[in-house]
C-alpha cells in the first residue's frame, strides 16, 4: 500500500483504483479481525479509511480535470 500522498498522486489512473480496491480488502480485514479480538492497534482502521477517503478524493480529481478537458 502507497503510504504517502505524493506516492499515490503519482499513480495512473488504474494504479489508484488498483490501490482501492487493495486498501479496501485491507479495511475489511481490519474490520475481521477487531470483530474477533485479534487486532490489538485499533487506530489501523482509522488509518486505512482515511487511506480510501485520499485515494477517492485523488481519483475525482482526475475524473474533473478530464470532464473539463473535454
Same mark, same amino acid.
Request: net charge positive; no cysteine.
Given at each position: 500500500m502507497a503510504s504517502k500522498q505524493s506516492d499515490?498522486? %503519482?499513480?495512473?489512473?488504474g494504479e489508484l483504483?488498483? %490501490?482501492l480496491k487493495a486498501t479496501k480488502? %485491507?479495511?475489511?480485514?481490519?474490520?475481521?479481525? $477487531?470483530?474477533?479480538?485479534?487486532?490489538? $492497534?485499533?487506530?489501523e482502521i482509522g488509518k486505512v479509511r482515511?487511506?480510501?477517503?485520499?485515494? $477517492?478524493t485523488l481519483i475525482?480529481?482526475?475524473e474533473i480535470v478530464a470532464a473539463e478537458a473535454g
Amino acid at each position: 500500500m502507497a503510504s504517502k500522498q505524493s506516492d499515490l498522486a %503519482e499513480l495512473s489512473l488504474g494504479e489508484l483504483i488498483d %490501490e482501492l480496491k487493495a486498501t479496501k480488502q %485491507e479495511a475489511l480485514n481490519l474490520r475481521f479481525r $477487531n470483530a474477533t479480538g485479534q487486532l490489538e $492497534n485499533t487506530a489501523e482502521i482509522g488509518k486505512v479509511r482515511k487511506q480510501v477517503a485520499r485515494i $477517492n478524493t485523488l481519483i475525482r480529481q482526475r475524473e474533473i480535470v478530464a470532464a473539463e478537458a473535454g
